[in-house]
């Protein structure tokens, strides 16, 4: 094989390839493992042994030129090869672009802690759904018809499904419980819930709660108390005072509402608190018997509390914010402070 013609040969189809395809079925022609120049590298023992020296090298040399032709040709076809790692246009020493790690929303941390505070006092988590019935969100739960809570215009109904509504409080989990399970039950709730209420800094239509509901024999006030001390304390603070103040529910008898004595003033009186020393942060109570009842459960034999809290309220008080929109407007800038 004459090396001299095949180098022609080369360079004349190189010269008629427009395209990468092309250029590749040369580089198989020539290069491959069954191409011109392995072939003519298999036939260098044949060769008689005075021309065997000269021969190789010129093999080698077409090889090599070959594959200097083929990047020319690369190149000009507009495919260049990455640079190599020590060229100029790559500077190892250049630091890298470090990954933003994210966190919790604190609405999220509020709920994973309370959660985390009433599990270790043995409370289950549960979830419900946000779409009720208007029998757990309300009849079940001894709210009766002429409550203005009931009416169209304090609840989200769903037009074209009759009796059903987006959950106004987190309240009908405790039908939904008692209706599978039996005594003794011991369960915490955080839900989305929702109001059509105007929007201001104090209002969104949607917000988070945390329902609470134990109900066992024997269950009494005291550890209503007793628990809700440990919960507020492990969230606000062992300083922090907390008292009952009467107040009516329809679900529970007696009722409560409960006030950590002002975070800000410790107690003395403050605009945050309205001079009164004191935060309201939830409702509370015992289990009405007429809850029991809808639920098949013996109100004689059996008694329980519940507790019900706004989770952008607490966290609104525990970090000292003002304007409960903020948490849900996705601004960086807020959200990367917890
Ligand atoms: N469901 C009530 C609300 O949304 C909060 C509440 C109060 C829940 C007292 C309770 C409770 O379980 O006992 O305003």
Known sequence: MDINLISAQIKE??????????LEALRLKYLGRKGVIAELTGSIPAVNPQERGAFGKAVNALKQQLFVSLEEKQRSLGVSKAPAPESAETDLGMPGIAQELGHKHPITGIIDQVCGIFSQMGFKVLEGPEIETEHNNFTGLNIPLEHPSRDAFDTFYLKDYEKLLLRSHTSPMQVRAMAKSKPPLAIVVPGRVYRPDAVDASHLFMFHQIEGLMVDQGVKFSDLKGVLEVFVKAVFGKDVAMRFRPHFFPFTEPSVEVDISCIICKGKGCSVCGRKG?????????????????AGYDAKKFSGFAFGMGVERIAMLKYGINDIRLFFENDLRFLKQF
């Open 278 to 294: 004191w935060l309201e942060i939830l409702g509370a109570g015992l289990v009405h018997p007429n809850v029991f009842q809808q």
């Open 13 to 22: 189809e190189l010269d008629k390839i427009v395209s990468c395809d092309q």
